[in-house]
Nanobody, 125 residues
């Protein structure tokens, strides 16, 4: 299973970006997927999650109401729509996937077997 993240860029505060993560290999519709981010000097942190079956979603409190995760199983792609961006959203964003994950494990990077290469999002004030 390989993941390819794209869509990052430099934007001003208040703007929007949409990230995409395309998955090759594996039975995509059965995989759960997540977005994490890592700012310079900080640990990788959970952003959002979408379950493979049923499409249940979860969000970090810091992005709830501003970010929306979705998936298109036909295109084998997971999206992260980011609205009302803030300078503190600046980070490298990574997509991740897992074939099996329980609710309590969702926010922890170690529980995801597959990772994309990351895409940089920079939000200027």
């Amino acid at each position: 299973v390989q993941l390819q993240a794209s869509g990052g860029g430099l934007v001003q505060a208040g703007a929007s970006l949409r990230l995409a993560c395309t998955v090759s290999g594996g039975a995509f519709s059965t995989y759960s997927a997540a977005w994490f981010r890592q700012a310079p000097g900080k640990e990788r942190e959970f952003v959002s999650f979408i379950r493979g079956r049923g499409g249940t979603t979860n969000y970090a409190d810091s992005v709830k109401g501003r970010f929306t995760i979705s998936r298109d199983n036909a295109k084998k792609t997971v999206y992260l729509q980011m609205d009302s961006l803030k300078p503190e959203d600046t980070a490298v964003y990574y997509c991740a996937a897992s074939s099996t994950i329980i609710l309590s494990s969702i926010p922890y990077p170690r529980n995801y077997a597959y990772w994309g290469q990351g895409t940089l999002v920079t939000v200027s004030s």
